[in-house]
């Protein structure tokens, strides 16, 4: 992603470097520079936030997408170094008119280049897909809304022959635009498409990635339904570890992928300070997965438990729990278990007024 996403970019920077200082000069071209640069730098930075965040923005996407081949990324990484150490401007207009003129300029260059005119014929179906999907399920404010920002070609193109008011004006339309996008295909066998579409947020650099694959007369809105589930569909809430209080440890190092005997599965485990789970715990562990808490079990086989074997392919799961007839047999993988050691929570202790004592203040009073 990031060789890929720096390669266009930097592409970018050389085209509008040029193309740009000879209307405005070299600031310009340095700005232009180090938005883009920043853009492709944005793999190494924090993706905290969601790409769709604030979640009642509108976002307005410019219309002229590039659509790029995949093996024409390699014809521009000489320039790569130049613009290696410049740093990202920030959302500053100068630097977002700089970057939609960028855009207008790689999406004419690789048009020409396009099979059939793929490019254009890309362009408008994800965009014409997006909008049909909204209107299906009656949708009044699209979340992405394609529009040039009343900025006209000319304005776009000569900003040189502009007075500085209008100038000011025309940064200032731009710097509503709050998305960019390129797509880049690859040619599969017949009339198969690969096609990857990137959108970038000027703002910050954040960027999301979608791939699919079809035909080419189908991959566009293919593609353009990936965007809009993204964009509308309901964010699911994450998943919660069920076992917050357990950590799962691996086979030792030299049992990962070998059956070992439960003895020097339990001596293991019991050397990390953990045990073999029980039947809950490893059901609990396989159906939470890697990715939230939990392991992933081989199928079709068999893995100690503190009491017994587990089968994992078994579908009841009474019938999962087997009896182990070689406890010093090379017979089952297994993973460990840890429990967690609960913090100590310091109590204090509150003491309560001596009664003798209360009695004189109140006296007093």
């Known amino acids: 992603m990031s060789y890929l996403l ?6 970018v920077v050389g085209r509008v470097v040029g193309w740009v200082s000879r209307f405005s000069g070299a600031v310009l071209a340095v700005l232009a520079a180090q938005v883009l640069v920043a853009l492709s730098l944005l793999p190494a930075a924090a993706q905290a936030a969601d790409f769709r965040d604030p979640s009642d923005q ?6 002229n997408i590039p659509v790029i081949r995949a093996s024409d990324f390699d014809e521009y990484a000489a320039d790569r170094k130049i613009f290696s150490d410049l740093h990202d401007a920030k959302g500053d ?6 970057a939609l003129q960028a855009i207008d300029t790689l999406q004419m260059h690789h048009d020409r280049r396009s099979v059939n005119e ?7 179906q994800v965009i014409a897909e997006l909008d049909r999907l909204a209107r299906n399920i009656n949708i009044r404010t699209p979340k992405l809304r394609f529009e040039f920002a009343k900025i006209t070609p000319a304005e776009l193109q000569r900003p040189a022959a502009l007075d500085a008011k209008a100038l000011d004006a025309l940064k200032a339309k731009a710097s509503q635009i709050n998305v960019v996008a390129y797509l880049t295909y690859t040619q599969l066998g017949g009339s198969f498409v690969q096609l990857t579409g990137t959108l970038v947020k000027l703002s910050d650099g954040n960027s999301q990635t979608f791939m699919v694959t079809g035909p080419v007369t189908q991959v566009g809105a293919v593609l353009a339904l990936e965007w809009f589930n993204y964009f509308y569909g309901n964010r699911l809430a994450p998943h919660a570890n069920p076992m917050p209080n357990r950590e799962w440890l691996n086979a030792a190092p030299s049992h990962i992928n070998q059956l070992v005997s439960l003895d020097v599965a339990r001596r293991y485990c019991q050397s990390q300070g953990a045990d073999l ?10 159906t939470s997965g890697i990715y939230h808490g939990g392991i992933e079990l081989k199928k079709d086989a068999l893995y100690h438990l503190n009491s017994g074997m587990y089968y994992s392919s078994e579908p009841q799961l009474e019938n999962r729990v087997r009896p182990n007839l070689n406890p010093h047999g090379n017979n089952a993988y297994y993973y460990c278990v840890r429990h967690r050691k609960e913090p100590v929570k310091e109590v204090k202790e509150l003491k309560e007024p001596v009664k003798g004592a209360t009695k004189k203040q109140a006296q007093k009073k």
């Open 6 to 11: 720096g390669s266009i970019l930097e592409w």
């Open 93 to 98: 207009p100068a630097v977002i008119l700089a």
């Open 277 to 286: 789970p029980g039947l809950e715990e490893l059901e609990v562990g396989e």
């Open 58 to 63: 509108q976002f307005l996407v410019w219309p």
């Open 118 to 124: 793929l490019g254009r014929s890309l362009n408008v």
